[in-house]
């Protein structure tokens, strides 16, 4: 994976946690946003940790870059203070978000989920990041896919659509709908195009705005 932080020891200590974990590697830190292009180009990691705030290019712009070039799945580094980078990224396409206060365990499992290609992580995150868009939109026309857009969606992928607005892991969806995982991989996969969505993340939120639920869980 791919290290993305302006500030030195932020960076170096981020670096020193994933390092530690036998099934990671970093491959490359960045420094700024077009570095963190450029090596996501030359490197081809899987996952790029990027930090919003960075010079020359910002966090936003590069995970834009990133996503749309087919690099990388790219995991922000936020501190949910800045709505508008938040926004920003969640348009861009980022996979996931991760609070710069996490635990060492958190930003582990973070990186592990985004890398498995689920790119929806803690569920407190997902959720967090759930709430402060609904209570702050960002500022300009309405960005989301046409609601009649839902109607193209089958009964199960519409019940996967609800799970995702809960926040749940690919694990977690597939015990609440009693399906194989990789069923529940297929089904976000499909709606996921159909939505014309970047991100789980993004259909998560917009789960929650257009009001789509999973079945209760059973007793």
Aim: charged share 25%.
């Amino acid at each position: 994976m791919l290290v993305a932080e302006d500030q030195t020891s932020v960076r170096a200590g981020l670096v020193l946690i994933l390092r530690s974990a036998p099934d990671l590697r970093v491959v490359g830190e960045a420094a700024d946003g077009e570095q963190a292009v450029a090596l996501a180009r030359e490197l081809r990691p899987d996952v790029v940790l990027m930090d919003v705030q960075m010079p020359r290019l910002d966090g936003v712009s590069a995970t834009g870059q990133i996503v749309a070039d087919g690099l990388a799945d790219v995991l922000v580094l936020t501190t949910f203070d800045l709505d508008e980078y938040v926004f920003g990224a969640l348009r861009a396409g980022a996979a996931g978000f991760l609070l710069k206060d996490s635990e060492a365990t958190e930003l582990l499992a973070a990186v592990r989920t985004v890398a498995r290609g689920e790119g929806l992580i803690a569920p407190s995150v997902t959720r967090r990041l759930i709430r402060e868009f609904g209570r702050v939109r960002p500022p300009g026309p309405a960005s989301g896919p046409d609601t009649a857009l839902l109607d193209t969606l089958t009964r199960r992928e519409r019940e996967v659509l609800g799970a995702l607005g809960e926040g749940l892991s690919n694990a977690e969806i597939a015990t609440r709908l009693t399906m194989a995982e990789a069923t529940v991989k297929t089904h976000v996969s499909r709606l996921l195009a159909k939505l014309e969505l970047r991100s789980r993340v993004r259909a998560a939120v917009l789960a929650q705005e257009w009001g789509v639920s999973a079945p209760p869980r059973r007793s």
